[in-house]
């Protein structure tokens, strides 16, 4: 009983100095969409993305995409591809491939010789990438390196699988090592972009490094997520 009587004491002169600072971050952070509040659990025990439209959408082995999810604003930027071909892989959503000119813009005045290889995917397409990797590596092994249909972030129109010749236009981990490679890490974040699968965070992010996956999430976010090297899943997480 008299513990009870001294603990409001201890807490009364912390009050008054706490409760500036703490009005302007609420406000800032409750505009996240966290993860565990965008999903919805379907009669299969699988999460289903909601927020199909937003910038910061996360779809991983956790999270699904709807199989007749595919972004009404797709559009094919004009960056260079390692093929001539009109594929609907070389197209993003509308904002994230105007970003993207702008980072291959910025990339070859610093003289880098990027190549953008793949972009948007649909379920479709998805569904037959896997079932060939599952039946050329087995599932457990297809699942590391591939997604399942409706997991692929592709299907989001916001990742874009970019390359350079340094690598013959491979997707490949030793392109996180080329001068084209270095320069995405230390400089996409001002364009929008991040590198979405990083070395280390292989447990959240359930993918192996990918130096050449970029995902659009808009400079602000793209800023804060490179400034504290941490991953979408981590930012998105409710504090
Ligand atoms: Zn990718």
Redesign the pocket.
């Known amino acids: 009983m008299s513990n009870e009587q001294t603990k409001p004491k201890t807490d009364e002169p912390q009050e008054e100095p706490k409760e500036q600072p703490n009005e302007e971050q609420p406000a800032q952070q409750a505009d996240l969409p966290w993860l565990e509040e965008t999903v919805t659990v379907a009669g299969d025990g699988k999460a289903v993305v909601q927020n199909l439209e937003d910038l910061l959408i996360v779809a991983n082995k956790e999270r699904n995409l709807p199989a007749d999810y595919e972004p009404k604003d797709l559009v094919t930027p004009n960056v260079p591809f390692p093929f001539k071909e009109d594929l609907p892989k070389k197209k993003l959503r509308k904002e994230a491939a105007l970003s993207l000119e702008v980072l291959f813009k910025a990339a070859e005045d610093k003289g880098m010789n990027l190549l953008a290889q ?1 972009g948007y995917r649909s379920y479709d397409t998805q569904v037959s990438i896997f079932a060939y990797n599952a039946e050329q590596k087995g599932e457990e092994v297809a699942n590391k390196t591939s997604s399942k249909p409706g997991q692929s ?2 299907q989001t129109g916001l ?1 874009m ?1 970019v390359t350079s010749p340094e690598v013959n236009y491979e997707l490949v981990e030793a392109f996180g090592e080329t001068k084209e490679g270095k320069w995405l890490a230390e400089n996409a974040h001002k364009y929008g972009f991040i590198i979405r699968y990083l070395k280390g965070k292989e447990e959240i992010t359930g993918y192996k490094y ?1 130096p ?2 970029l995902r659009y999430v808009g400079v602000e976010h793209a800023k804060k997520i490179h400034e504290q090297g941490i991953v979408l899943e981590e930012y998105l997480q409710k504090p």
Do not use: Q, Y
């Open positions: 793949s972030e592709h990742s699988d990918e050449w996956h």
